[in-house]
């Protein structure tokens, strides 16, 4: 028999109710019309497009319209509800401790000349270990910036050489397990919890919760289908995910919280702007075109992009417009910035190889995308995020 089960409803007011439902493969939110006796059952990523409006039936000739964040307080209380449930509340913690081995597990270099011309795959990682065949001792090599506390517990790893050499390690200890052991992970997300912990918090629970990305419902929820199958091994004591399971079907997510982390200290100088044509928006800014990248469908969603760079006469800023191809309901994106972000995430995602503006500029709107859905998510959530530090 197919698992279900009605966590709570709550009512919004007298004409509809939400009702939370643990399913087998992700939860829903069941919304009832009370006047019709009618229902809908939606995934949670529903509620994550601000502005959308629902229209319900109140009489024979009469609608309410609502919008989403009018539903915002019954299901902040719902998802408080459903994140302290006994089925929920170790599944979250079980997703955070995968996805933290995941996102932190080093992309393997063997040869110097890969050194040099770092593929995009591994420019997606966190960490590089690099180990050359038959040696004893390599090194895992960060790649992203520090600063302040981070800056000097990686220092204490690197045996009085500079932080950006790695940590030294043996063949056997080499790997994520390394990390770990050493405790760099935990003392990073006690130096930068902003940075190291809470976007992973989030991205874990909303994982759990079904509360994917607006416009990649079909990863996400794939994602929670993946992380639910899971549930009754999570229940058993010392029982834990099956990471090679988790890892692929997270692969999207866990892109996106690389440029978050990668590119954490510049996005508080990038500005961020949904508009219906951003090169006409731009122009009018002063702004002068100059270089476009094409991105093909599956980078940043259904759609493919066209990305174009420009620079503003007489002034020290610069900005990038993604402009989704074809006929679609998608606006620009615009991102505008002093003129030292740019060089400054190019080296970011160099990872200490050739810079890539091809991974830079996918980078930058991972990361900004990532950051307004995180604060989307805080928003529903209302501070009931579990906290670790």
């Known amino acids: 028999m197919a698992f279900r089960e009605e966590i709570a409803h709550l009512p919004v007011d007298e004409h509809m109710t939400l009702s939370f439902i643990l399913t087998e493969s992700s939860p829903m939110v069941t919304i009832h019309n009370n006047d019709t006796g009618k229902r809908r059952s939606v995934a949670l990523s529903w509620f994550l497009q601000e502005g ?9 000739r009469a609608t309410r319209t609502y919008t989403v964040q009018e539903l915002d307080e019954t299901l902040s209380s719902l998802v408080t509800l459903a994140m302290a449930h006994p089925l929920v509340k170790p599944l979250i913690w079980q997703t955070f401790r995968t996805l933290t ?18 593929s995009e795959e591994k420019r997606t990682a966190l960490w590089l270990s690099w180990m050359l065949a038959g040696a004893s001792v ?8 520090a600063q302040g506390q981070e800056l000097e517990l990686l220092e204490k790893h690197t045996a009085g050489g500079p932080w950006k050499e790695g940590v030294r390690v043996t063949a056997q200890e080499n790997g994520v397990a390394a990390l770990q052991k050493k405790g760099i992970l935990t003392s990073l997300m006690r130096a930068t919890p902003q940075r190291w912990y809470l976007p992973l918090m989030v991205a874990s629970s909303s994982a759990v919760l079904g509360m994917v990305e607006a416009g990649n419902d079909e990863e996400g929820n794939f994602l929670a289908h993946q992380l639910w199958k899971q549930r009754a091994e999570v229940r058993k ?13 997270a692969a999207d997510l866990t892109r996106r919280l690389v440029a978050f982390i990668r590119h954490f200290y510049e996005l508080p100088l990038i500005d961020c702007e949904l508009t219906v044509d951003g090169h006409e928006q731009l122009l009018k800014e002063n702004y002068g075109r100059r270089d476009r990248i094409d991105l093909p469908a599956g980078q940043l969603g259904k759609a493919e992009y066209v990305i174009t760079s420009y620079t503003q006469k007489d002034s020290a800023l610069g900005a990038l417009v993604y402009h989704p191809k074809g006929r679609t309901v998608l ?40 950051q307004a859905w995180m604060e989307r998510i805080l928003r529903i959530t209302r501070n009931t995020i579990p906290s670790g530090f």
């Open 101 to 118: 081995e995941v996102l932190h597990q080093p992309k393997v270099i063997t040869r110097e000349s890969e050194y040099g011309m770092l």
């Open 237 to 249: 004591p010392g029982g834990t995910m099956d990471r090679a399971v988790i890892a692929p079907a």
């Open 138 to 145: 390599g090194r895992l090599i960060p790649c992203f910036p």
């Open 331 to 370: 606006k620009d994106w615009v991102l505008r910035y002093p003129h030292q972000v740019y060089p400054q995430a190019l080296d970011n995602d160099s990872c200490g190889s050739i810079p890539d503006n091809n991974v830079t500029v996918l980078n930058l709107l991972r990361a900004v995308r990532f």
């Open 52 to 60: 959308r409006e629902m229209h319900v039936r109140t009489g024979p």
